[in-house]
């Protein structure tokens, strides 16, 4: 994919504006990257704030972290997330992870990000975007973590510059015929990762405030277009 001058410029424009309007998100948030990754996983199919009483609940045990969830048994996992709703899933699909993480990386977090972290102070020698395509072609292969999860662990748990695409910034770019309504996850995010710098601080605000202008003006049923900062 080609960098568009005019898209790129449109891009910058946007992320001054919900900026100037809206100010830093200070997202994502969480305590550790480990917290991170449990409410990525957790969020999906969720309001956020179902999220926190789960996290509260294995925080007030002081169970947030991976070898005492590794340990506890799914069943009374998800016994403390059950405020995030699907919690059988959701216990699940942390299992899973965990069981990756020590599988692969001996429950060490800084293992698993390791990799490209080491590469990241390489990017002149060209391997930083190799080895975080493979952490996450890893990630995906995950049990219960598709691309939005994967990113949202790369991006805000991880450092790494990658961009995280939802339905919120889907649905913006559309309704501003930026793309399509059929567009996928990848194409939606090659054109930020094409157009935008590879800047972590960038992802991370700019994914935010997306959310904040598609929660609370682009909305998918009676969006308040007049009031929008975008328009």
């Known amino acids: 994919m080609i960098m568009n001058k005019g898209l790129s410029n449109t891009f910058k424009k946007t992320y001054n504006k919900l900026f100037k309007a809206f100010g830093p998100q200070h997202w994502w948030p969480g305590d550790t990257p480990f917290e991170v990754i449990v409410g990525a996983i957790l969020t999906q199919n969720t309001a956020w704030t179902n999220v926190e009483k789960a996290i509260h609940n294995l925080k007030k045990a002081r169970l947030l972290n991976p070898r005492k969830l590794h340990d506890l048994s799914q069943k009374e996992l998800a016994k403390y997330i059950r405020p995030a709703g699907y919690f059988n899933i959701k216990a699940k699909r942390l299992k899973y992870f965990l069981n990756y993480l020590f599988d692969n990386y001996s429950g060490s977090l800084n293992r698993m990000f390791y990799g490209a972290s080491r590469l990241c102070r390489r990017r002149k020698h060209g391997n930083t975007v190799a080895s975080v395509h493979k952490l996450r072609r890893e990630l995906l292969q995950v049990n219960g973590i598709g691309p939005e999860t994967a ?20 649905r913006i770019l559309s309704r501003h015929r930026i793309i399509s309504q059929d567009a996928d996850y ?10 935008l710098p590879h800047d972590v601080e960038i992802f991370n605000e700019y994914h935010a405030l997306l959310v904040m202008v598609g929660k609370d003006f682009c909305k998918n049923k009676k969006p308040r277009c007049s009031k929008c900062p975008l328009m």
Do not use: C, R, W
């Open 151 to 170: 990113d949202s662990i790369l991006l805000y748990a991880g450092n790494h510059p990658v961009f995280v695409v939802d339905a919120y910034t889907k």
């Open 186 to 195: 990848h194409e939606v995010q090659g054109l930020f990762m094409k157009n």
